[in-house]
Nanobody, 119 residues
Framework: QVTLVESGGGLVQPGGSLRLSCAVTGSIFEIYSMAWYRQAPGKQRDLVATIGTLGHPNYADSVKGRFTISRDNADNTLYLQMDSLKPEDTATYFC?????????????WGQGTQVTISA
């Protein structure tokens, strides 16, 4: 059983910052790729950023230069530092991970955390 739990969402004003966390727990041998996605009401779920096992990040064009994805392999935790937030960043943010367990390679989603950018 692998579980992802996000935290850190909330309401901030435009230009503000938030830091999201995603804790991965369970019978995990290794965590491969990890990622953050977001979904605004009535829209599809979009990729925000990804990070591989060695920590190399990739970002959606809409967040480049404002968001930073990182991971702590010792604690099995994924982070997303979000700066210079804009109203269009408002969405539910989901973390995702591909892990190696005793039953093979599996992918899991977290339950999501709400981020609202509003004055």
């Amino acid at each position: 059983q692998v579980t992802l739990v996000e935290s850190g969402g909330g309401l901030v004003q435009p230009g503000g910052s938030l830091r999201l966390s995603c804790a991965v727990t369970g019978s995990i041998f290794e965590i491969y790729s990890m990622a953050w996605y977001r979904q605004a009401p009535g829209k599809q779920r979009d990729l925000v950023a990804t990070i591989g096992t060695l920590g190399h990040p990739n970002y959606a064009d809409s967040v480049k230069g404002r968001f930073t994805i990182s991971r702590d392999n010792a604690d099995n935790t994924l982070y997303l530092q979000m700066d210079s937030l804009k109203p269009e960043d408002t969405a539910t943010y989901f973390c995702w991970a591909r892990t190696r367990t005793d039953t093979g390679t599996i992918e899991r989603w977290g339950q999501g955390t709400q981020v609202t950018i509003s004055a």
